[in-house]
C-alpha cells in the first residue's frame, strides 16, 4: 500500500526559473506532501544562484542534464523555442517511468518539439496554467499564483493515465481547477483568449511609441482613460512572446482574420453613423464581461 506520508513525488525537477517556474518552486516549499526534493534547472547562472538564496531549491544546475538526473517529474517552464534542444538534451537522461510536463502558452509546438526526443518509458503529459502576470524571473513569481485559476492539460492519445491523474493531482493541491483538451483545440481557444488580446495590445502601444513628441508625453499623462491597461500587458515578456507568435501562428493568424473583418465592420459603422450596431454590439460584450465575473476569473 502506498505510504500516504509519501511526497506525490520524491524528486521534482523545474527547468526554467522565472515567473511560472518559481512561483511552482515556492508552492513546492509551501505545501509539504508535493515534492520529496526540488531541482531546480537554469541556463542562467545568476537564476540559479538566486533560486539558491531564496531557498527554493535542494541544488541548481546551469546544465539541464544534471537537473534531471533521477528526477520522478520534470516541469519544463522555459519559452517554446527552447523545447526542442532542451528536450534533446534533457532525453538520454530521464530516469525510466519519469513523468515530463510543462508550462507552455501552446500545445501542438509543445508536442511536436518534446515528444520526438523522450525515451521509451517515459511519460509526456504537456500543460498550460491559466495565470500569469507580466513579469518575469525568479522574483516574480508567487505561491498563490495558481489558485482558482484553471490548468489545462493537453496528453497525447495513448499517454499512460497514471501520469496524467499523477499531473492533474499536482495542479489540483497548487489551487488549480484541470480541464483535458485536445492540443490542437487548446491553441485555438488561446489564440482568442489570450494571444489576439496581447498582440492587439503590442498593436496599441507601438502606434503610441511611434507619435509624435508632444502627442506622446500626452498620451502618458492621460493613459488612466484606456491606454494604461494596454501597456500592461505589452510590458509581457518579449521572447516568451515572441515564441508564442511563431509557434501557434495558424490558430493566430485565422483569428486574426476574423478580428480584421470585425473592425473593419465597425469602422464602416462609425463612418455610417450606425448607432444602433455599434450599441448593440456594447451591450453584448458588456454581457460577456459578467460573465467572467460570474465565473471567479475576473
Ligand atoms: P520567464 O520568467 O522569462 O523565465 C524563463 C526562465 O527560463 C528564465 O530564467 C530563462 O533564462 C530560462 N531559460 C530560457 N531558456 C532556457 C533554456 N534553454 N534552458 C534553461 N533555462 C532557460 O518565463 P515565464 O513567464 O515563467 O514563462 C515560462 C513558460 O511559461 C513559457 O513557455 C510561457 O509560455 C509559459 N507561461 C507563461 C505565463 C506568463 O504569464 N508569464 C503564463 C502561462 C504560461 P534567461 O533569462 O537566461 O533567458
Redesign the pocket.
Known amino acids: 500500500m502506498a505510504d500516504p506520508a509519501a511526497p506525490l513525488f520524491p524528486r521534482i525537477a523545474i527547468?526554467?526559473?522565472?515567473?511560472?517556474?518559481?512561483?511552482l518552486a515556492r508552492c513546492f516549499k509551501e505545501q509539504a506532501g508535493l515534492a520529496g526534493e526540488v531541482v531546480a534547472?537554469?541556463?542562467?547562472e545568476a537564476?540559479c544562484a538566486r533560486v539558491l538564496e531564496l531557498g527554493l531549491a535542494a541544488r541548481a544546475e546551469?546544465d539541464?542534464a544534471r537537473a534531471v538526473a533521477g528526477a520522478d517529474l520534470v516541469i519544463?517552464?522555459?519559452?517554446?523555442g527552447?523545447y526542442a534542444?532542451?528536450a534533446e538534451a534533457i532525453g538520454p537522461h530521464l530516469k525510466p517511468g519519469a513523468i515530463v510536463t510543462?508550462?507552455?502558452?501552446?500545445k501542438q509546438a509543445a508536442v511536436r518539439d518534446v515528444a520526438p526526443h523522450l525515451p521509451e518509458g517515459v511519460h509526456f503529459v504537456p500543460g498550460?496554467?491559466?495565470?500569469?502576470?507580466?513579469?518575469?524571473?525568479?522574483d516574480?513569481?508567487f505561491a498563490s499564483l495558481f489558485k482558482g485559476r484553471w490548468c489545462i492539460l493537453t496528453p497525447p492519445p495513448g499517454t499512460d493515465a497514471g501520469a496524467v491523474e499523477a499531473v492533474s493531482e499536482l495542479w489540483r493541491r497548487v489551487g488549480s481547477m484541470v480541464e483535458v483538451m485536445e492540443p490542437g483545440h487548446h491553441d485555438r481557444v488561446l489564440a482568442i483568449t489570450s494571444h489576439l488580446p496581447h498582440l492587439i495590445a503590442y498593436t496599441i502601444v507601438g502606434t503610441a511609441t511611434d507619435l509624435e513628441e508632444h502627442l506622446k508625453a500626452e498620451v502618458i499623462r492621460f493613459s488612466a482613460s484606456g491606454f494604461r491597461d494596454f501597456t500592461r500587458i505589452a510590458a509581457?515578456?518579449p521572447?516568451?512572446w515572441r515564441?508564442?507568435f511563431l509557434n501557434n501562428r495558424e490558430a493566430v493568424l485565422e483569428i486574426i482574420q476574423r478580428f480584421t473583418e470585425d473592425l473593419t465592420a465597425l469602422q464602416r459603422a462609425i463612418r455610417w453613423g450606425e448607432a444602433d450596431t455599434l450599441e448593440d454590439l456594447f451591450t453584448r460584450t458588456r454581457a460577456i464581461r459578467r460573465g467572467i465575473i460570474d465565473a471567479k476569473q475576473a
Open positions: 527547468i526554467g526559473l522565472g515567473l511560472i517556474g518559481s512561483s534547472g537554469d541556463r542562467s537564476v546551469t539541464p519544463l517552464a522555459v519559452p517554446i527552447a534542444g532542451l510543462d508550462v507552455g502558452s501552446v498550460h496554467p491559466i495565470a500569469g502576470t507580466e513579469h518575469s524571473g525568479p516574480a513569481g509581457s515578456d521572447v516568451m515564441d508564442i
